[in-house]
């Protein structure tokens, strides 16, 4: 495992700890593992774009917000910014 890898490891379970699940949205059927899991996509990004509120815009909704999507995207490689540019209307 490389330090990068570690590194977000360590922030994930940090996070885990410092936020509440409730605070984001989550009920009980999400599993700890999985809100690390989730929550270290979000860090991954976050780390990526460095946008002010990205972390939050991430978590928004317990993880089923537009951004997560799209983070989740991008670092699958299957992010492409033109699905967020909306169509013109037709004339």
Do not use: W
């Given at each position: 495992?490389?330090?990068?890898?570690?590194?977000?490891?360590?922030?994930?379970?940090?996070?885990v700890?410092?936020i509440?699940?409730?605070?984001?949205?989550?009920?009980?059927?999400?599993?700890?593992e999985?809100?690390?899991?989730?929550?270290?996509?979000?860090?991954?990004?976050?780390?990526?774009?460095?946008?002010?509120?990205?972390?939050?815009?991430?978590?928004?909704?317990?993880?089923?917000?537009?951004?997560?999507?799209?983070?989740?995207?991008?670092?699958?490689?299957?992010?492409?910014?033109?699905?967020?540019?909306?169509?013109?209307?037709?004339?």
């Amino acid at each position: 495992m490389n330090v990068l890898h570690f590194l977000i490891l360590l922030m994930s379970v940090v996070s885990v700890f410092c936020i509440n699940p409730e605070d984001i949205g989550c009920d009980d059927s999400i599993t700890p593992e999985k809100f690390a899991e989730n929550d270290a996509k979000c860090v991954q990004c976050k780390e990526q774009f460095e946008e002010t509120n990205m972390l939050e815009q991430c978590r928004e909704d317990c993880f089923k917000g537009k951004f997560f999507r799209s983070c989740v995207d991008h670092l699958s490689g299957a992010y492409d910014e033109k699905d967020d540019v909306e169509a013109p209307p037709p004339e």
